[in-house]
């Protein structure tokens, strides 16, 4: 076993704050309708053992705007299906020519394993309930898109975040940056040991103290694929919790609204909301592409 290739992100926790700033400076100069062709010849394996369709589309559509190949390889329909371990997967990738492999897993620390024993970058695209890095960079960059600077903001982080890799990503990279962060939502959603994952979370359970004040709201969905027996009953869900326009005007009057998707309207959150004038929500999906840009080129090492 080795030591991860050079150039691999697998997660925000072990970033210092200089590489996740590097990051967003080299996103921001990435524009994927006159890319240069940075991995001309490379060959990008994406390898998705679960459901996605903003993160797989958007490192795809980077990849190739910068002139890679890119392979796709998901679990149904490939040797996954017939019990091929993820090792094995990774190691017939790596034959195959593959100079770097994108993946997704159920399982925390999926990624780490298959770079422990690979000799090329591997990406983290969200394992398990550990980390979703390339979605807590291009939500850091569509908060300075909007908001200029980091300097004094505050973040309401409101939903499921005990099931959530894109909040545990965000709390380590907002709390670098030196954001504060206030995670709300029921003790079956945000256990009271959630401080503990960053320096200066605070938790609340009252939507109205979370949103007072707040810069950016973000949203994310119950993630009831991951509940295991848990029981959220989800009217009482959404009469504490939901966003809706009434509740968002205790918020900032230029608060942005952002969520990571998959949105489930009616939820988390009302229609209005989501299409209403302070969500930025299409744009996040839109800022993945030069973000992976960034994270691919910084990978294959052409990121000057
Ligand atoms: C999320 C994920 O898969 O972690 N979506 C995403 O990548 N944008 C969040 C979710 O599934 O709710």
Redesign the pocket.
Known sequence: MNKPARGSLLGIEHLEEKEILGLLRLARRMNPLKARPLLRNKRIALLFY??????RSSFEVAAKSMGAITVLVLSSGSSIEKGESLLDTGYTLRAVGADAIVI?HPSAGAPLMMAKHLDIPVIN??DGMHE?P??ALLDAFTILKHKKSFKGLRVAIIG?IYH???ARSACHLLSKVGVKVTLCGPPELIPEFATTLAPGLRITRHIEEALRGADVIML??V?QERLAGKKIHLQDYMARYQMTMARLKLAKRDAIVMH???IIRGLELTSEVVDGPQSVIVD??HN?VPTRMAILARALGKAS
């Open positions: 679960e459901a996605s369709t903003r993160t997704r695209a969200g979703h390339s979605q499921d959530s890799r894109v994310l969905r993630q990571p998707g998959p996040e999906v993945g």
